[in-house]
């Protein structure tokens, strides 16, 4: 077994020194693999950082009150009497003066121009009152100051200054007749609230004319994670067409929008795979009949066949690896920590990072070896059953 070993550890060896011999072929493996890894770790860390803003959105002990069957915010109503209902349910944690612990918030679309394109885009706009900030763990005023209630000033978040224009600090924007100035910039620690504009609920309400009407409901829970008391009631209320999700589980759902991205990422990344596959094949088969000389020599003096089957097929991994290796720093490089804005589920943008984990690398090296494995496979099975003797005749 050890002298198996050693054979192949010496084809490998052959092999590796003769890749000067085929330079230009084995860079362009080299380079087919990384371009299929680059592309598949980008869709891959798209998805992740898409999923990972919204995780950090939710809390397990904030719950979501919807219209039932709206699919996001933008599509509900909730009535002043609904949200009235409502903030009776048991399980509702209370305020220091002993009231209903909640913010009733409205969702609309202003328009904005994305800085990377130029385009015109859908950007939320959240109507909301300062119990509101409470319930959100994380808001912090990074510059200037809240909004005053009854005035048409608002704040915008870090992810609308970074992709968006014409939203700084003491600008003023316009929607439909209406001027709006911006007084400070807020924080939620990454979360998908900061591709969002903050205004007064009721000025959201009357300017934008949304009557006594809201979008959404927000509750701090007494006992996090428990909604089984508001959902028994909503459930028992004929008047309540209502959904209601602790935060954490609504935005999770949200985040399967973005879903479709992965599995196109993995299908654009398999199509680009077999083109790479057969440049490996191409390259290995190349490089065995430019060594038929060698590996016949080497069968001669006692080599066994699986010597040159592994050691042909170790070549083409080494390939692949290098490969992979390649594509995942420069998917590294220049994809991990990129901030961009895509449309979420609501039809609005929402700013996000590219976030690689080292799953991803994982996914991206894996593949990569499944090239080189398969395309080294029936070259290096050539190289094992080569004729010793028409090696010799082809040499000479």
């Known amino acids: 077994m050890f002298g198996l070993f050693s054979q192949i550890g010496t084809v490998i060896v052959m092999n590796i020194r003769s890749l000067p011999q085929r330079l230009w072929m084995s860079l362009a493996a080299v380079l087919a693999v990384s371009v299929v890894v680059a592309v598949l770790l980008s869709f891959l860390s798209m ?121 700084d600090l003491g600008q003023e924007v316009t929607f439909g007749k209406t001027r709006w100035s911006v007084v400070g910039v807020f924080s939620t620690g990454g979360s998908a609230f900061e591709s969002e504009l903050w205004a007064d609920a009721r000025m959201v309400q009357d300017l934008f004319n949304r009557g006594n009407s809201f979008q959404t409901m927000r509750i701090r829970l007494a006992e996090p994670g428990n909604v089984d008391g508001i959902r028994e009631m909503i459930e028992n209320d004929p008047r309540l067409i209502l959904d209601v999700d602790t935060e954490s589980d609504y935005f999770a759902t949200q985040g399967e929008a973005l879903q479709g991205i992965v599995f196109f990422g993995w299908g654009i990344s398999i199509v680009m795979g077999l083109g790479a596959l057969a440049g490996a094949l191409n390259t290995m088969y190349t490089s065995v009949a430019s060594r038929s000389a060698e590996i016949a020599t080497l069968r001669a003096i006692g080599f066994s066949n699986l010597s040159a089957f592994f050691g042909t097929l170790s070549e083409s991994i080494l390939l692949s690896l290098v490969g992979g290796v390649v594509g995942a720093l420069v998917s590294y490089l220049f994809m991990d920590g990129l901030t961009t804005a895509t449309m979420g589920p609501g039809f609005t943008q929402v700013v996000f990072t590219f976030e690689l984990s080292p799953a991803l690398f994982q996914n991206g090296i894996m593949l990569a070896l499944l090239i080189g494995l398969v395309g080294g496979f029936f070259p290096a099975w050539r190289a094992a059953r080569l004729p010793v003797i028409t090696a010799f005749q082809k040499a000479t």
């Not at 048991?90 to 328009?111: K, M, N, R, W």
Request: no cysteine; hydrophobic share 35%.
């Open 47 to 167: 998805s992740n950082g898409f999923a990972s803003t919204l995780d950090g959105t939710g809390s397990d002990s904030v719950a979501i009150v919807t219209r039932s069957g709206s699919q996001s915010e933008l599509n509900s109503v909730i009535s002043r009497d609904s949200v009235n209902i409502v903030s009776t349910a048991p399980g509702i944690a209370t305020t220091t003066d002993g009231q209903p612990f909640y913010s009733a918030e409205l969702y609309v679309v202003v328009d904005g121009i994305k800085k990377s394109s130029g385009t015109e885009v859908n950007i939320p706009m959240r109507g909301i009152s300062r119990t509101g900030f409470e319930l959100r763990d994380k808001v912090e005023i990074v510059e200037g100051r809240v909004f005053e209630p009854g005035t048409n000033e608002l704040i915008v978040g870090q992810g609308v200054l970074g992709q968006f224009d014409g939203f």
